[in-house]
């Protein structure tokens, strides 16, 4: 369901029309909310992506006229920590706009709008000395 900037999930759980959902789904059920920000002539692509894409094909494309001069390529490396990052396998995109494992999602409930969250916990086996 489309909605305008700024609209909080209040606002669309109210625009859910009238009979469209049972009593049952109602008080158990949820609704999903994803943000995703595109643009008309780019409707398969969130925005935040497709810049971070160009950003890299300018970066390579950088780099490569530096390779060509004669010159190192510039460097991606956290200042703070002295970290640097290969560019290439990056696809040229700095580390912070690779977030596609970024929550963009929010889960709600249908009875009283709160959120829900579930955890995951990770256990490891060992399988080498199984029966």
């Known amino acids: 369901m489309p909605t305008r900037l700024f609209e909080g999930p209040e606002v669309l759980l109210r625009r859910i029309p009238a009979g469209s959902v049972s009593e049952h789904e109602r008080a158990h059920g949820s609704v999903k909310i994803e943000r995703r920000w595109v643009e008309?002539?780019?409707?398969?692509?969130?925005?935040?992506?497709?810049?971070?894409?160009?950003?890299?094909?300018?970066?390579?494309?950088?780099?490569?006229?530096?390779?060509?001069?004669?010159?190192?390529?510039?460097?991606?490396?956290n200042h703070e920590t002295g970290e640097r990052f290969d560019a290439a396998t990056l696809g040229w995109r700095l580390p912070c706009m690779i977030g596609h494992d970024q929550p963009r999602a929010l889960l709600l409930s249908l009875s009283d709008g709160s959120r829900i969250s579930f955890e995951s916990e990770r256990r490891e086996t060992d399988l080498t000395g199984a029966e």
Do not use: K, N
């Open 40 to 77: 008309s002539d780019l409707p398969e692509f969130e925005l935040l992506d497709a810049l971070a894409t160009a950003y890299g094909h300018l970066s390579e494309l950088v780099a490569d006229a530096h390779r060509q001069m004669g010159l190192a390529p510039p460097r991606t490396e």
